[in-house]
């Protein structure tokens, strides 16, 4: 089976640039987590979508960060314009029904913004 | 605030003792906890969870202790192998479906 996958693995922009990043999730899992994860601390969820809908969204920043999960399958979680402090690793994961159900972590994307 | 306290940044131990990995948490919602291991440039792994109607949980080498009076959990790795060397993350969620809260992470280096 397939595990999470995301894409680009890294990224490199200046600083007031847009950047993109793509996650295909696990089959048949209906839940989607986008995470933020700074050096040295742990993962922050962004978004949360249950199938299209975004069901958490409280954490995103939303003056320059958008998502979307068009058909319920594939993600998009894009920066525009990026910032120094955006400098992170970006993973996606996914699981079939949300709740206490594991979670699978793609490899992220890691962003370095100059 | 940290919901969830990993206060040991990392840890080393020999191969073949045991490895200890503290997490604290405070807020008292919460009832299902986990650990993640992390590699260099992969994303994180479900190890092993428990939930709070439990005090201990056991797969392989792995074994999570939860004391819910100190809020408090540990995963014990015995015997640890070189193989375990990895940042390990712990989580925590409570009943209302609210996002996973993790702790900052503990690297643990397993010297051969």
């Known amino acids: 089976e397939a595990g999470v996958v995301q894409s680009p693995r890294y990224k490199i922009i200046e600083k007031k640039q847009p950047v993109a990043f793509w996650c295909n999730p696990i089959?048949?899992?209906?839940?989607l987590y986008w995470y933020r994860q700074n050096l040295g601390q742990g993962p922050e969820l962004l978004i949360r979508?249950?199938?299209?809908?975004?069901?958490?969204d409280s954490q995103l920043p939303k003056d320059r960060f958008s998502a979307e999960r068009l058909k319920g399958v594939d993600s998009t979680l894009k920066i525009q314009p990026a910032e120094l402090g955006d400098s992170a690793v970006y993973l996606c994961?996914?699981?079939?029904?949300?709740?206490?159900?594991?979670?699978?972590f793609g490899p992220g994307t890691r962003l370095t913004v100059l | 605030d940290q919901q969830v306290k990993q206060n040991s940044p990392s840890l080393s131990v020999q191969e073949g003792r045991i490895s200890i990995l503290n997490c604290d948490y405070t807020?008292?919602?919460?009832?299902?906890f986990l650990w993640y291991k992390k590699y260099p440039a992969e994303g994180p792994t479900f190890l092993i969870s428990?939930?709070?109607?439990?005090d201990k949980n056991e797969d392989g080498r792995f074994t999570v202790f939860l004391n819910k009076s100190a809020k408090h959990l540990s995963l014990h790795i015995v015997p640890s192998q070189p193989g375990d060397s990895a940042v390990y993350f712990c989580?925590?969620?409570?009943?209302?479906?609210?996002?996973?809260?993790f702790g900052k992470g503990t690297r643990l280096s397993v010297i051969a």
């Open positions: 989580a925590a969620s409570d009943p209302g479906n609210t996002p996973l809260v």
């Open positions: 994961a996914s699981n079939t029904r949300g709740g206490t159900d594991t979670q699978y």
């Open positions: 807020n008292s919602m919460f009832d299902y």
């Open positions: 428990i939930s709070s109607i439990k």
């Open positions: 979508y249950e199938n299209e809908e975004a069901v958490d």
């Open positions: 089959s048949g899992h209906n839940t």
